[in-house]
Nanobody, 118 residues
Framework: QVQLVESGGGLVQAGGSLRLSCSFS????????MGWYRQAPGKQRELVATITGPGNTDYADSVKGRFTISRDNANYTAHLQMNSLKPEDTAVYYC????????????WGQGTQVTVSS
């Protein structure tokens, strides 16, 4: 059973930076696409960024140029480096893992709060 544990959230001023981490266990990390999603109060959960096992990345337009997703396949960890943070980035950030093979189970972490003050 895959388990995901996020860390690194917190309170930061606008323009600041945070680095989120997602620790993966229970399967072979490199076989999974890793994604970061976020959910602000009263809004639907939205995709922030994804990274495949080989390292191909994709980003939401709202974070391009500010956020960087990465992964360490040796240490079973994914990261989200968030720079130039804005108040609208305030949300609970979730880590997601899903296999490259379609129609297989997907896994979510418990979430970590990111609050950006103006």
């Amino acid at each position: 059973q895959v388990q995901l544990v996020e860390s690194g959230g917190g309170l930061v001023q606008a323009g600041g930076s945070l680095r989120l981490s997602c620790s993966f266990s229970g399967s072979i990390f490199s076989l999974y696409i890793m994604g970061w999603y976020r959910q602000a109060p009263g809004k639907q959960r939205e995709l922030v960024a994804t990274i495949t096992g080989p390292g191909n990345t994709d980003y939401a337009d709202s974070v391009k140029g500010r956020f960087t997703i990465s992964r360490d396949n040796a240490n079973y960890t994914a990261h989200l480096q968030m720079n130039s943070l804005k108040p609208e980035d305030t949300a609970v950030y979730y880590c997601k893992a899903y296999p490259h093979i379609p129609n297989r189970p997907q896994y979510w972490g418990q979430g970590t709060q990111v609050t950006v003050s103006s």
